[in-house]
């Protein structure tokens, strides 16, 4: 089954602070891995992807995404989170029952929210 | 990454009627998509918009209810028909490429917001 999951509905943080967005996947072919950010009344944004390489990933706006084959995670991170990166933030996985590398499966999403 | 302009960014529409939503991308491009936003939800994948040929659809998506059309490698429409409330949403254009070696990701429009009353 192809399928990534998002356990937290909503994510917390002090600015300054580092951040955690935690993602989940199972796939039957090799996991093509990706997050995407949404501002409020906004598309979506892709932010990095995992294909393969570094098990660590760095993508836009200081962002970057652990790997982790093992537990099947690729969490999101940020050494220090920022008001504006509040935001609805998608994990999302590569769906191998189709032959376009662009069929992809969005998680449920989790809402970030930095307090100053 | 492409820029992708979507028409109309919201509209508040009676139900019963019907209404088209354009994507244009500045650029060719060999994959193109629409996804509905349901208030609260995860993205859902509506059909593949195909260049020249009649799109694919997604099950639980039907060509009477959401028929596209794609002229060209740079526009596409989706059009919401016999609208309710349930239909409202925001609609999600987007864009990917099948070269070789594409690794899937995918650039989105900055949504249709419709309301249905």
């Known amino acids: 089954a192809q399928s990534v999951a998002q356990p937290e509905d909503q994510v917390n943080v002090a600015e300054g602070n580092p951040l955690t967005v935690k993602c989940t996947y199972s796939v039957s072919g090799n996991p093509y891995l990706f997050w995407y950010v949404q501002y409020p009344n906004r598309g979506l944004q892709f932010l990095l992807k995992?294909?393969?390489?570094?098990?660590l990933v760095k993508g836009s706006y200081g962002f970057e995404a652990e790997f982790n084959k093992s537990q099947t995670s690729f969490h999101l991170k940020k050494p220090s989170a920022l008001v504006s990166d509040s935001a609805l933030y998608f994990c999302a996985v590569r769906d191998w029952r189709y032959s376009s590398a662009s069929k992809i499966i969005f998680g449920s999403g989790t809402r970030l929210s930095i307090r100053p | 990454s492409a820029v992708i302009s979507q028409k109309p960014s919201r509209d508040i529409c009676q139900r019963g009627t019907s209404l088209t939503i354009q994507c244009q991308v500045d650029s060719q491009v060999t994959m193109m998509f629409w996804y509905r936003q349901q208030p609260g939800q995860s993205l859902t994948l509506i059909a593949t918009?195909?260049?020249?040929?009649?799109?694919?659809?997604e099950s639980g998506f039907v060509i009477d209810k959401f028929p596209i059309s794609r002229p060209n490698l740079t526009f596409s429409t989706l059009t919401v028909s016999n609208m309710s409330p349930e239909d409202s949403s925001i609609y999600l254009c987007s864009v990917g490429n099948s070269n070789p070696g594409n690794t899937g990701e995918l650039f989105f429009g900055e949504g249709s917001r419709l309301t249905v009353l």
């Open positions: 918009a195909n260049q020249g040929s009649e799109a694919t659809y």
């Open positions: 995992y294909i393969t390489g570094d098990n």
